[in-house]
């Protein structure tokens, strides 16, 4: 299986200010043919289950803010959220489908 | 609307087994696969498998190989997740999550959750 490993953990962040979340996978999940990341990330509130945010790495899903970006290729991506609001406040996965499905532990975004 | 509609939460003795639905509204059913993804408390999800409601197709993960068991029923555009010889650390919410394919599989559509509970 490949192995998704987030960074940090934990996150605190002022309003208004630049949150950044790492993922790194175990192996590439760039496939050469497509030239696609099968990398996508989810945002989780208590309560409810994920949601889709980015797709293909860098793709933002229908409806998200244009706040929230995503970038990386091969092995290493990340999660920006340019300016924090209070509602962002969550843990935020990644997920890769490149093989079997797997997601990363979360990192859990709060406010300072 | 799309919607994915899970039944209600249940308890179970370990090594018993347990059923959990999805019912499918809104979009063409067989047009996509529906995935099970499982959370166990304060952990990350963890994916399970897929079926294929067009043709009754899966792919479990192999972790669940063996214990696992999808099915649909396209007469109620309804997908069924069967787990056996449950332990306690199956304890977890389970949800149906819809995805474009099976080499396509972001989850644009979730159910609410079912709370599966093992305990003696």
């Known amino acids: 299986d490949i192995v998704m490993t987030q960074s940090p953990d934990s996150l605190a962040v002022s309003l208004g200010e630049r949150a950044t979340i790492n993922c790194k996978s175990s192996q590439s999940i760039l496939y050469s043919s497509s030239n696609r990341n099968y990398l996508a990330w989810y945002q989780q509130k208590p309560g409810q289950p994920p949601k889709l945010l980015i797709y293909w790495a860098s793709t933002r899903q229908s409806g998200v803010p244009d706040r929230f970006s995503g970038s990386g290729s091969g092995t290493d991506f990340t999660l920006t959220i340019s300016s924090l609001q209070a509602e962002d406040v969550a843990t935020y996965y990644c997920?890769?489908?490149?093989?079997?499905?797997?997601f990363g532990q979360g990192t859990r975004l709060e406010t300072k | 609307q799309v919607e994915l509609v899970q039944s209600g939460a249940e308890v179970k003795k370990p090594g018993a087994s347990v059923r959990v639905s999805c019912k499918a509204s809104?979009?063409?059913?067989?047009?996509?696969?529906l995935h099970w993804v499982r959370q166990a408390p304060g952990q990350g999800p963890e994916w399970m498998g897929w079926i294929n409601p067009n043709r009754g197709g899966t792919h479990y993960d192999q972790k669940f190989q063996g214990r696992v068991t999808m099915t649909r029923d396209t007469s109620m555009n309804t997908v069924y997740m069967e787990l056996s010889r449950l332990k306690s650390d199956d304890t977890a919410i389970y949800y149906c999550?819809?995805?474009?394919?099976?080499?396509?599989?972001?989850?644009?559509?979730w159910g609410q959750g079912s709370l599966v509970t093992v305990s003696s």
């Open positions: 997920q890769q489908y490149y093989g079997d499905i797997t």
């Open positions: 809104g979009y063409m059913f067989t047009g996509f696969y």
């Open positions: 999550a819809r995805a474009p394919s099976s080499g396509y599989s972001v989850f644009d559509y």
